[in-house]
Structure formats: C-alpha cells, structure tokens
C-alpha cells in the first residue's frame, strides 16, 4: 500500500485550496513572522506577483527563475517548477507537499564538499611529501 504524503494531517487537495491566512496557523513561528512581514520584502512580494500572473495566464510549465532564497513555499506554489539561484546556477526544483512551509533556499544548497587532490605545482618542498600510511 503505497504512503500517502499529508502537510501537518492535510491531504494535498485540502492545502492547495488554502488561503494564505488559514495557512498562517500551520507554519512554525519564524515562518509566520516572516509572511506577516512580506510588505516590507520588495522583492518576495514581486515574486508572490510573478508566480500568481503566470497561474492566471496558465503557463505552469514554465520555470520561474528567482533569487529570493528565503521565500516562505506557499500552498498555491504546489506542481510549480522553480529555478533558484546557488550563487552559481539556477537549480529546477518541483514543488512537492513536503516541500510547503520550507524556505526555498533549502531546497538549493549553496555550498558543497570539495575533495582536493595531492599537492600541485607550486607547492613547498616539505608538503610534497604526504606519508602513504
């Protein structure tokens, strides 16, 4: 039997019918703070924008390329294609039900590891030699 994903004990159906203020009640405090001060953030306002004249004119298929790492994922995002900015590249990432509530920087990591190799070039004598054991 295959798990049924559920936002806080709500199916998918029931959160993408929600409207920001019954959203409100179901984020975490630093979340609600942050939607409650969405005037103040020209930017994540203008994306709000964006994304809701691109659902009005039906064009769901297109990526919506941003760099408003810290926008709140709001419900009405759901089924969404998302570019976000790594500091490099535009990463895509689709909007799933677990994904709500979530900042979408944390979707798009920033920083990775970094695996060096042996000494190069202009290295100092004494770092040349690494011990095998």
Known sequence: ?????????????????????????????????????????????????????LKKEGKLDKVIKTQVRDAVILPEWLGLRFGIHNGKEYKQVQITLNAIGKRLGELSHSTYRVLHSGPGVGATRGSKFVPLK
């Open 1 to 53: 039997m295959a798990r049924k994903e559920v936002f806080r004990g709500l199916e998918e159906g029931q959160v993408k019918d929600m409207s920001v203020e019954e959203f409100l009640p179901l984020l975490t405090s630093r979340e609600r703070r942050t939607m409650k001060r969405v005037n103040q953030h020209p930017a994540y306002k203008k994306l709000i924008d964006k994304v809701r004249k």
